[in-house]
């Protein structure tokens, strides 16, 4: 158990000691997936690592024991270098930064599917069988969270999730028993598909990392036995990606085509439950998106939610669920052409952060919005590249400033700080709907380290929200108009 006075990063930087005995020269946050882990990257002389804190201890082992099992089976997953239980810390292997999701957004162009892209794509599918298949035959099924088979229960805790987070708090009346009845009749359905293999459970494009032009694989704790169908579903019609219709068949039939070679399978029985599994995912996205989205106010979640209704929509216009569903199908039509739920998380107008850097000796600059509020960061506690002779003339828009600033641990700590603080007001901002927010760093000059840290906040900022974050360094030279 963690003592009182060790943090995540005080366990994971010990354990990187322990394990290769050098200290880091950085430790870094990373932006969460939406659960309650807390993930790092940790960095010393030539080596990257990526470290996690979990809070559930069954979690963490269900992640560590089936990384190891798919390493061994050939599978393109993270290593793990070590791990420390008894504080919920474990060091793996840093696949970079670029999941498939964000593969597929810097290449797609009007909608397009890139062919590098579309290769991972299917590489990705093709690969799903011998995770389900191969490594899931003597795969240790005893250290699954929270339940080691999607089953019944499992599905009914799916869509009462559903029911719960999305149709109570976005206001959509529903015949509670007439409903119940319908979800039972669902489950009793899709628990007829064969389930004796992996399933993955959250087989999606950002939990797909592109390494070297290949997929790899990440974010699997929570599988368990399960049928076939549900992880191609998850990732064709995985909601933000909003892969066409054509591209959802051909991913569909690689797939097909890969478990063939791998195992006897009955197509027919396959396709028969394939629509239903489909409808159970969207389901399970819609009551995250619900409650990340309507309770935790996390715009991300809300901008999801219509292109998971495009989904359903889809679903209902072409495909035979093949059992009735007499409550709930009405209800799924109805919600598929809201076109208020289609409109969640569309802003008319986006957030603009305004970012300057200062010298505090000019005075703070005030905020030109009139709000009278937003953030004042005082950066001359931070290493001061004014001071070196060689960069006295510099700026912190120059290669080497920006070079010194970078290997510096105060700073990397700094910023890490800084962007937790942001980011807070950024995600609430946007799902109030506000239009400004107000950001300054300071220091004596305002050179070198104001300007450093500015510019770094408006590239963090630009890379993981849609908004606005124009940049003014009030010391520096402004350029003429």
């Known amino acids: 158990m963690r003592g009182a006075s060790e943090t995540p990063e005080s366990s994971l930087l010990a354990l990187f000691k322990k394990t290769f005995s050098q200290i880091p020269v950085s430790i870094e946050a990373l932006k969460g997936d939406g659960s309650s882990r807390k993930i790092f990257r940790l960095r010393a002389k030539n080596l990257s690592v990526i470290g996690v804190w979990g809070p559930e201890r069954k979690e963490n082992e269900a992640f560590l024991s089936f990384s190891r099992h798919f390493r061994k089976s050939g599978l393109f997953v993270p ?67 929270p339940r080691a088979r999607f089953d019944k229960k499992s599905m009914l805790w799916d869509m009462n999730h559903f029911k719960y987070y999305f149709l109570t708090l976005a206001h959509i009346p529903f015949d509670e028993q007439a409903l119940e009845e319908d979800f039972e009749r669902f489950a009793d359905f899709l628990s007829e598909a064969d389930s004796n293999y992996f399933l993955y459970r959250d087989f999606q494009s950002r939990n797909i990392m592109v390494c070297g032009g290949k997929p790899a694989f990440i974010d ?41 070679k791998t195992t006897s399978y009955n197509r027919a029985a396959f396709m028969k439950y394939y629509p239903g599994f489909i409808l159970i995912r969207i389901l399970q996205a819609l009551g995250a998106y619900g409650l990340r989205g309507f309770y935790e106010r996390k715009p991300h979640f809300l901008q999801s939610i219509p292109f998971a209704l495009k989904n359903l929509s889809w679903l209902l216009e072409t495909q035979e669920l093949g059992v009735p569903l007499p409550a ?120 070198h380290r104001s300007v450093y840290c500015a510019e770094k906040l408006a590239e963090h900022l630009r890379k993981n929200f849609s908004l606005n974050a124009p940049v003014k360094h009030l010391s520096l030279p402004q350029p003429v108009s």
Do not use: W
Not at 234 to 243: M, T
Not at 251 to 256: N, W
């Open 79 to 145: 290593e793990i270098y070590a791990e420390n239980l008894g504080v919920g810390v474990y060091l793996e292997e840093d696949l970079g930064d670029v999941t498939l999701f964000d593969y597929l957004s810097q290449n797609r162009s009007k909608q397009k599917m890139p062919s590098e892209v579309a290769s991972v794509y299917l590489e990705a599918a093709q690969t799903l069988p011998r995770f389900q298949i191969d490594a899931g035959k003597n795969l240790d099924y005893s250290v699954c969270y």
């Open 328 to 447: 709930f199908i009405p209800l799924l039509k109805k919600m598929a052409s809201s076109s208020q739920l289609m409109s969640l998380g569309v802003a008319t107008k986006k957030l603009t952060v305004s970012i300057f850097s200062f010298s505090y000796p000019d005075g703070v600059p005030k905020d030109e919005n009139g709000h009278g509020g937003g953030f004042v960061f005082d950066c001359r506690a931070l290493p001061n590249p004014g001071r070196d002779k060689k960069m006295a003339h510099l700026t912190g828009l120059d290669a080497e400033v920006i070079s010194l600033l970078d290997k510096s641990p105060e700073v990397k700590r700094f910023l890490t700080s800084i962007f937790s603080i942001v980011d807070q007001s950024v995600e609430n901002y946007m799902s109030r709907g506000f239009l400004n927010l107000f950001v300054a760093f300071g220091c004596t000059g305002g050179r």
């Open 220 to 260: 699997y704790q929570g599988g368990r036995h399960g049928a076939l169908q549900y992880d191609i579903a998850s990732l064709a019609f995985d909601a933000k990606a909003n892969l066409s219709a054509g591209f959802r068949e051909e991913l569909l039939e690689a797939y097909l085509k890969a478990v063939g």
